[in-house]
């Protein structure tokens, strides 16, 4: 029997992810440069500081690696707090949960202040009892922590728990310590929807006829 539920964000709750994608070239438009093609792809397996270094070199910014970080991270405040929609479908089916009584929480690798931002904004932050960040907790997806301490949260054994997720890593993550896995379709991850599809005990292409999910969840 499922007593509770653990979201991601970004990707599952949010449609977030085309910032992070063209994050590079958000920032040089904002300081009036043009980016080449394919910049995001080249900024893709670099940190936020690598990205930076990249781009002071690449475009002659003539700006520290710290002025460029401060402008990187406002791009992404501010797409946060002002643009960044919710996935089809998300509030209908928070409520659907919330009508079977199952407490929610958030697992997030963002900024605690900007998801709440979006949240709030959004109208559903209040679906949620709770929210750990894997900054906060010195963690990463890869390892259980962070879902381990949310079931905590929620007072809830792996096996009654459901987490939410559109990363394979992190789906594989929650799965391998006994937590109910659903894989949210995201196209950032297309190119391993084939292990999402696989490894997930439920995958959801989209967020439509709870009722229907909720049938597959009770067979868990």
Not at 90 to 110: A, K, N, Q, W
Not at 116 to 141: H, P
Not at 149 to 172: C, K
Request: aromatic share 10%; hydrophobic share 40%.
């Amino acid at each position: 029997m499922i007593k509770g539920a653990i979201f991601d964000v970004d990707g599952t709750l949010l449609n977030s992810m085309p910032v992070w994608e063209n994050l590079g070239e958000l920032y040089l438009k904002s300081v009036g440069v043009e980016a080449e093609p394919g910049l995001g792809e080249e900024l893709s397996a670099m940190s936020l500081p690598q990205g930076a270094d990249y781009l002071i070199q690449h475009y002659h910014l003539g700006k520290t690696r710290n002025k460029v970080l401060d402008g990187i991270n406002q791009q992404v405040r501010d797409f946060y707090a002002q643009k960044v929609p919710l996935k089809p479908g998300v509030r209908d089916f928070l409520e659907g949960l919330r009508e079977y009584r199952i407490p929610m929480v958030i697992v997030t690798s963002s900024d605690r202040g900007n998801v709440e931002a979006a949240l709030k904004r959004l109208g559903v932050l209040n679906f949620f009892d709770g929210m750990l960040t894997c900054t906060e907790m010195g963690t990463d997806k890869n390892r259980p922590d962070i879902y381990l301490a949310a079931s905590l949260q929620l007072d809830t054994e792996p096996w009654e728990t459901l987490v939410f997720e559109d990363a394979y890593h992190a789906v594989l993550t929650a799965k391998k310590y006994g937590f109910r896995t659903v894989a949210v379709y995201d196209e950032a991850n297309d190119g391993k929807l084939g292990k999402i599809w696989n490894t997930a005990d439920i995958y959801l292409s989209e967020y439509a006829d709870f009722d229907l999910f909720w049938r597959r969840v009770s067979k868990l």
